[in-house]
């Protein structure tokens, strides 16, 4: 068994030191044996072999014993805890910083030496102050800032990929020094290479070269504002925004390109997070244009919506270019859209997010705009208004939107009061009910589960940011146990909270006390949602006649499906009930009826005033733009 082996393999291990390549083998099958099984990396402890092996990568001459050696030996600490804490000592630190500065050692062991300090430092405290007290970090600077040349970055190179291997497995242990638990003071002295790393995202812009950077910048940044501010100061964001500016350039051509700009994201996002004020450096760069942009890519999962989203909400925090950048391009009438229409409760919670920011600074930006405070002359002056009039439309619209959900809102509430109160009725009530809503008995499955699935409420999911740089070649360490400390979600929820408007559509999953009343109240959710993203072109239209001739629609609905034998002439956006659209098929759905209601009239030719509004709007800034340049 396990233990029988474990037991033969270290014999062979002390009675072959005279044997280099059978000690090699004896080995890697321990480590076999051990990797991922935490039983056996902690008996093979017991039985006295984990410290035979660490004696053994000292004192053996054989190079291929001290790398077999160093590796086994990080393979069964990252297996198990105890055997981390039985060798994070000052003394082990302190063998491999001389390991890492012999000149005879090759390339290969000192990769095999930073392998065994990453497993010590991470998720362990303890390791995160030995490998700073004992000078190692330092050591593992230096390696960063010397390992790679940006002159010889052909990885087709063996040579070349060796020392890349090894430059990229010190990123991970760097970031594993300053993450899981945050470590404020290798934070400090870890930014001491940022105009290093700087430089390299200057020159190089590969998936290779700038995710690992990105990782380390990212965590080293996380929660720590002198951090921060120093990496500002040595052009780090602007770096990032110029970076982020050349991979939107090649997203057209390249899918990778797309997926690598959402990575310098989360990492810009991390760098202004715990203070918006620094996102004023983007604005010369039209970052969050740029972002919009991105985000407008049907290639993004729900996790890199989220990021870019509340990247753009702290970039516009207090920011006001920012801020009027976003209205400018169309960002509003976006978030409002993803807010209506998304079920993901964190995507929801990032757009209202952008939301308030955008209800704080509307009114502080039309005061700054009368002061005249961004100084321009009077040829622009004219057209400044015209942006703070269009501006103001826009929020009137997002304003209508949030009143119409709380009125949404209240209007289920009152309903599930109702619904309580009626629990007791008799059943022939409720078979009277059923009539009413004309619900065929037989078919109240079907009905049910149909509305079930239009009803589709947000659920909170768990994202990972992909935030650690996968490890060499020839292991995985620690790939999922580094917390992402720069997750911007958190930061996002808590300013949110308050503003989570579409709770109340989560109960109706829940409330089901009575059957056909619950078919009802999801079938006049279905409806209210739908017609809530046509509320966006309809501003100026009275709530109470609105929802009025909505009520007398769906009576009208309710008497005229009752008779099968009288031809269906009414209009075909008030005949389609609950189901789903969006303000694509909607339209066309609409333009294609002979039998307009005066309503949905009204709606065709609010949204194509809209339209029109939108136009003059694009080509008023492309004049602008064409003009400015």
Known sequence: DMKTDLNLLLECLKYQMDCP??????????YSICQQNSEASEYFREIGGLMFINDLAKSSVHCIVKEAALFTLGVIIESNVYCQQTLCTSALFEDLILFLINKNSGVNLKRMSVYVILVLVSNNSNGQTYVRDTGCIGLLLQLFRTTLSTSKMNLSDENTNQCYQLWSSVCSTLC?????????????????????????LESCTEPEIVRPICSFVGLTVANNSYVQKYFVSVGGLDTLAKVLIKLMHDSCTSHSSTKLAVVVTKTLDACIANDSAMGVVLTKYHTVSELLKLLSNDTLDTGEKISIILTIGHCTEVCEENQCELLQNNG?????????????????????????????????????INGNSLNMNNAEELDVQVRKRSLQDYWKKAKEILHRIKLIEKEHDEGREQGRVCADSSSEDNIEASKYHEVNPADRKTYTERTHKEVHCPQLTSKSDDQVLAPPVYYSPLKN??????????????????????????????????????????????????????????????QHSFYSERTRE???TSTTSASHKMPDLRCIGCAAGGLFFNSKTFTKMLQSCPYQCERHKVILEAEERYKKELRKSALCNNTRYATYE
């Open 481 to 542: 146990k580094i917390v992402n400390t720069m997750d911007p979600v958190n930061a996002c929820t808590r300013q949110s909270e308050q503003s989570n408007i579409f709770c109340s559509v989560n109960e109706l999953q829940t409330d089901s006390a009575l059957q056909s009343r619950s078919i009802n109240e999801k079938t006049a959710c279905v409806k209210n949602l739908s017609i809530l993203q046509w509320d966006f072109f309809l501003p100026n239209l009275d």
């Open 21 to 30: 390549v059978s000690q090699k083998e004896a080995l890697i099958t321990i």
């Open 332 to 368: 509003l009438p976006l978030m409002i859209q993803v807010l209506t229409e998304s079920q993901d409760e964190e995507l929801n919670k990032a757009a209202t997010f952008v939301l308030q920011n955008c209800k704080q600074m509307t009114e502080q930006l039309s005061l700054k």
């Open 554 to 556: 769906e009576k009208s």
């Open 176 to 200: 594993a020094c300053v993450n899981n638990p945050q470590n404020e003071d290798n934070q400090n002295i870890c930014c001491s290479v940022f105009p290093h790393a700087k430089e390299w």
